[in-house]
């Protein structure tokens, strides 16, 4: 009986330093993949094509243009977007200003008004344009803000190798009580995401569903967002991109989303 | 032979088999009813219960299809409205603070759809922030510290289209909560729990639970609770008035356990036939059990005037069924037609609700001419050495039917006279009746829910809510400014409607997109766009601005070819509702909407109306039919179409002047009172059936008119005051039920009783007089 106690302690001492050791492994780890999937490149140029599937596989599209500039490595992003379609929000143009460490900033120009407007950001879950996608999955969630163990490393999503990350915020009210990341071994890219309720009840899944290398960058250039509750998805397709192709700062500002850059957007 | 004849044959054969077998195996009689009734009785185990008032349309009907399909498309929910009255208002920090938490715990409410629910602290309020900032943020994300915070959000209410009149009274006195569940049948419950959470957080202000699909699941439970309440109730009132005329217990046992076993036999039968009880077929053991005692009181009448002459029980057994057999029948089977002829009605419920009450009446019929023979036989003698004797005595109960008959002799000009008036009268009072029906009026005046529907209902624009929807036909159709300018104006013709609370719809977001975007203070601004590309943006604008999408498309299909127009109403009166639609209908045609696009209703108070439209028309058919198929029973019964009219003579006064009653009370026409028309004449026509039948019978045996005027007032008329008398009083209870329904059906039978019992013993003896020649043509003055 002593003996059996004796050992119960030690296996639940090791777990413990076992657990201390990984949960700074997985900080690290949510923190690579974070850079690998937000930060790839000093810019990025894009083509996207995204189609919002709803329950009953209706789909509507939307096609943009995305200009990406990190200011800090990590940390300040600038985004820019320009609206092709549908057709009657053609030329629309959208801007972010991230802060890691604040609201973010944006604002949107309407042309049929000839208008631009701020537009407030208190709410990073909000959804991005209508789509499953939230504000938060367009721009990142900043690895700090939750706590990470690592589950498994023993994980396999499409025949990649993948750590199993299980992320909890540490703030009381959040858009989740849990969040499950599969990160791939090789890129630490995340394969695919699973957001759980306070219920314990799982209500999105996010998908990468096509890996590339692109300029030596290896880039998920297809990737979904599921809202099972409403059993609509949506599915983000990147029909190009380019990567440090020099982008200045000055384009992203007000200036630009009444004229946008020539030079980016055809 | 005759067919007549070799019918009548057949028909003595049954009667003889049946009598046979119960005198002669009483035991088996008992033994076979108690396995039968165990059988059915097991049946009821697997009850299920339905109380969803959609059900009373098919389930293929095209308005339920359409409602079931703009709830899916549109992502809408029935809901209750949780509200709060204060007099000195109810926007300050305190009561809102007690509102952010009521909401917070009722988000946690098994079936409660949480993302939808419509509280300050959940809805998205659009508004500008500082450095030409539009925000889309939710209303009240925390409770305020201070009463200034809290006035502010009222001016935000009232300040945005969608939640001013829904959210809060303009004045602030009120706050409303509107609370989307995940089936209706889920409301009576999640109502239970919601008034435990204001109970707990609800000083100061009154709190109110209201909407249809609460009033309805309620009703249908608090209707089983009357059920199990009220039956039993009638049935100890029966029994003792029985135990007053007949004095012997074991002699009045027969009927209550007829009335209980063809109970459990019919509702046994209608599970076991996989029907769920709906809230119509849980009023069928009401309905019952006076029919079932019927038949049984004119045996034990019968039985109890022939055992002091035979003082043999098997010798007046036989005599009484032999003299009792055609009139039980024919009263059987009439008063199974008129429940038969719900079937031709097409609302499912009624339909079921009819059949088996049929059922059930042909099971009483069989049984109290077997049981009532059985338990008769089992008796000792000397149990019944006293029984029948108190009628050789001049009771004030026989004397009283006699002088009924002296009246009806003496005074038959004044009687027939009255009858002519009252059936004039009765033509008026028919013409006044109002059809109109309101599930939440089914609770008495003082019901909470009742209270609740007329606090909430005069604080805010409603707790009813119907949906106008636009199918513009192709994707983008609702952008089109001449479309949205259509649904502008239709609104503003419907809310000129004095039950129209508010309306809202994709136009309203529109509008107060487009005048936030300028700035919010330019009201030019607050108006549709011209032009489709700036509607088109606006729409977008909400989209990219955080407003949550499924707000957007609770009002247009993601796809922008259909508009979702919300209705909201302060009365659910289907006679208000119907004017909304009908207003609805006049500014369409009198507007013919932009081409293909197609305009229809949906919503629980427009089923409603549907229902009852199909059930009013649907009962002036059954009635019509089953007051043509028993003329002819009686006439075939009678052999003559002249017996046959005057037996029909007291079920349409009985009608008329119960229906008219209703016209000249100004009560509405309303589904209990519909079901009622085939109890009203299967019931009144029967005491026309024993008196004519038994008149004919003794006048062959007399062969005198003034000796069967005479005798028909001792047994039969008796009998006939006798069952007045019981069932009348039996149903008194009711008048205190709690539900208007089953006071309805007390006050019903109450009135079927009375009326048809005194036309029958008053006007029919006047008819026989002044007719007699025709009626008995080979009688002997």
Do not use: C
Not at chain 1, 18 to 41: N, P, R, T
Not at chain 2, 219 to 225: A, L, N
Not at chain 2, 514 to 531: A, C, V
């Amino acid at each position: 009986m002593k003996k059996f106690s004796i050992s119960l302690m030690i296996v639940a001492i090791v777990a413990m330093f076992a657990q201390g050791v990984w949960a700074g492994d997985a900080e690290d780890l949510m923190k690579k993949s974070h850079m690998a999937y937000y930060y790839a490149g000093d810019d990025g140029l894009s083509k996207v094509t995204m189609k919002i599937i709803n329950k009953k596989g209706k789909e509507r599209i939307r096609e943009f243009t995305m200009l990406r500039l990190d200011i800090t490595e990590g940390g300040e992003q600038k985004y820019y977007t320009y609206f092709k379609k549908p057709s009657d929000v053609s030329r629309l143009t959208f801007m972010v200003w991230k802060n890691p460490d604040a609201n973010d900033d944006r604002w949107l120009y309407v042309p049929a008004v000839d208008l631009i407007k701020r537009l407030s950001a208190d709410d990073k879950n909000s959804s991005f344009v209508g789509s499953d996608f939230s504000y938060e999955d367009v721009s990142g969630r900043h690895w700090t803000e939750d706590t990470h163990t690592i589950v498994s490393e023993n994980e396999t999503v499409n025949d990649r190798a993948a750590f199993l990350i299980s992320s909890k915020p540490k703030q009381e009210k959040d858009s989740f009580s849990e969040k499950k990341t599969w990160i791939d071994k090789e890129t630490f890219l995340p394969l695919k995401e699973e957001y759980y309720n306070d219920k314990g009840k799982l209500f999105r899944i996010f998908t990468a569903d096509k890996i590339e290398e692109i300029d030596g960058i290896i880039t998920i250039t297809q990737r979904t967002m599921e809202n099972v509750k409403k059993k609509q998805r949506t599915t983000i397709i990147f029909d190009s991109i380019e990567y440090n192709v020099g982008m200045k700062e000055n384009i992203f500002t007000e200036r630009y989303l009444k004229n946008p850059p020539r030079k980016y957007i055809k | 032979m005759g067919k007549y004849e070799e019918n009548l044959r057949k028909d003595l054969n049954v009667k003889e088999g049946l009598i046979n077998f119960s005198t002669k195996h009483p035991l088996m009689v008992i033994g076979i009813i108690v396995i039968l009734t165990g059988v059915f009785a097991f049946q009821l185990t697997g009850m299920q219960i339905d109380t969803d008032p959609e059900n009373m349309l098919p389930v293929d009907e095209p308005v339920r299809i359409f409602h079931s399909q703009t709830k899916e498309e549109f992502g809408m929910h029935d809901f209750l409205a949780v509200g709060v009255v204060r007099e000195n208002g109810a926007f300050n920090a305190d009561q809102l603070q007690r509102i952010y938490r009521i909401t917070e715990e009722i988000t946690e409410i098994e079936g409660v759809i949480a993302d939808d629910i419509m509280a300050p602290s959940l809805v998205d309020d659009i508004r500008q922030g500082g450095g030409n900032t539009l925000i889309i943020a939710p209303l009240m994300e925390e409770a305020p510290e201070t009463d200034e915070e809290a006035q502010y959000i009222l001016g935000r209410i009232n300040d945005n289209p969608v939640l001013k009149g829904k959210l809060a009274s303009e004045d602030g006195k009120a706050l409303a909560l509107f609370i989307p569940i995940e089936s209706k049948d889920m409301s009576h419950r999640i109502a239970g729990e919601i008034k435990a959470i204001t109970d707990k957080y609800g000083d100061g202000g009154e709190y109110f639970i209201a909407g249809l699909p609460v009033a309805q699941d309620s009703f249908g439970k608090e209707m089983f609770g009357q059920m199990v309440f009220s039956a039993p109730m009638a049935g100890l009132i029966i029994f003792l008035l029985m135990f007053m005329f007949f004095k012997n217990i074991r002699i009045i046992l027969p009927p209550m356990i007829v009335a209980i076993t063809s109970i459990i036999w019919t509702m046994g039968a209608l599970v076991w036939a996989g029907y769920p009880v709906h809230i119509m077929s849980s009023m069928i053991p009401i309905f019952l059990f006076p029919i079932a005692v019927l038949n049984s009181i004119h045996i034990i009448s019968e039985f109890h005037d022939k055992y002091k002459k035979y003082k043999h029980k098997e010798t007046t057994i036989r005599h009484t069924i032999n003299e009792l057999f055609k009139p039980m029948l024919f009263t059987s089977a009439t008063t199974v037609v008129g429940f038969l002829s719900l079937l031709t009605n097409n609302i499912p419920p009624v339909q079921v609700f009819g059949g088996f009450v049929a059922f059930g009446i042909a099971i009483a019929w069989l049984m109290s001419i077997t049981l009532n023979p059985a338990f008769a036989m089992l008796m000792p003698d000397k149990a019944l050495r006293n029984f029948g004797a108190s009628d050789d005595k001049d009771t004030f109960f026989s004397r009283f039917v006699k002088g009924l008959g002296n009246l009806a002799s003496k005074k038959y000009r004044i009687i027939l006279f009255s009858a002519t008036v009252m059936v004039i009268v009765s033509s008026i009072g028919l013409s006044m009746i109002i059809v109109n029906d309101n599930p939440v009026k089914w609770f008495k005046s003082d019901h909470p829910l009742r209270v609740a529907d007329r606090t909430l209902n005069q604080h805010l624009d409603g707790t009813y809510m119907n949906y106008l929807i636009f199918d513009g036909g192709e994707d983008d159709a609702i952008k089109n400014p001449e479309l949205l300018n259509y649904i502008e104006n239709l609104q503003k013709y419907l809310e000129k409607n004095e039950i129209v609370g508010s309306t809202a719809g994709i136009t309203d977001i529109v509008k107060k997109v487009r005048f936030e975007l300028f700035g919010g203070t330019d009201k030019e601004k607050y108006s549709i766009p011209q032009d489709v590309i700036e509607v088109g943006q606006i729409l977008f604008v909400y989209e990219m601005s955080g407003g949550d999408p499924d707000d957007l498309f609770k009002m247009v299909t993601d796809d922008y070819s259909k508009a979702n127009l919300w209705v909201q109403m302060t009365n659910g009166d289907n006679q208000a509702v119907a004017s909304v639609i009908a207003d609805a209908e006049q500014y369409i045609q009198d507007n013919p909407p932009p081409s293909n696009v197609d305009i229809n209703w949906a919503g629980l108070p427009y089923i409603n109306v549907i229902w009852q439209d199909k059930m009013v028309t649907g009962m002036g058919f059954s009635l019509l039919i089953s007051f043509i198929i028993v003329f002819i029973m009686m006439a075939f019964l009678f052999r003559s179409a002249l017996w046959g009219l005057i037996s029909m003579l007291p079920l349409t006064i009985t009608i008329m002047a119960i229906y008219a009653s209703i016209g000249y009370l100004g009560k509405p026409y309303d589904m209990p009172i519909a079901i009622l028309s085939s109890l009203t004449l299967g019931l009144s026509i029967d005491f026309a059936i024993h008196f004519i039948q038994r008149s004919r019978t003794i006048h062959e045996r007399t062969g005198n008119f003034r000796e069967t005027y005479n005798e028909i007032f001792e047994g039969p008329g008796r009998a006939i005051s006798r069952n007045v008398m019981v069932i009348a009083i039996g149903f008194v209870p009711m008048f205190f039920s709690n539900l208007v329904p089953y006071i309805t059906v007390g006050t019903f039978f109450f009135a079927i009783m009375t009326v048809s019992g005194a036309v029958t013993l008053l006007l029919l003896p006047s008819l026989m007089i002044v007719l007699k020649k025709k009626l008995f043509p080979d009688a002997k003055i």
